[in-house]
C-alpha cells in the first residue's frame, strides 16, 4: 500500500501540494 501512495504523488506532481498532502495521510 505504501507503494501506491508513492506512485499517487508522482502520478500527480502537477497537481497542488495540498492534494499530495491530504493523499499522504
Do not use: N
Amino acid at each position: 500500500m505504501k507503494r501506491d501512495s508513492r506512485l499517487g504523488s508522482f502520478a500527480v506532481p502537477k497537481k497542488p501540494r495540498r492534494s499530495v498532502a491530504s493523499s499522504t495521510s
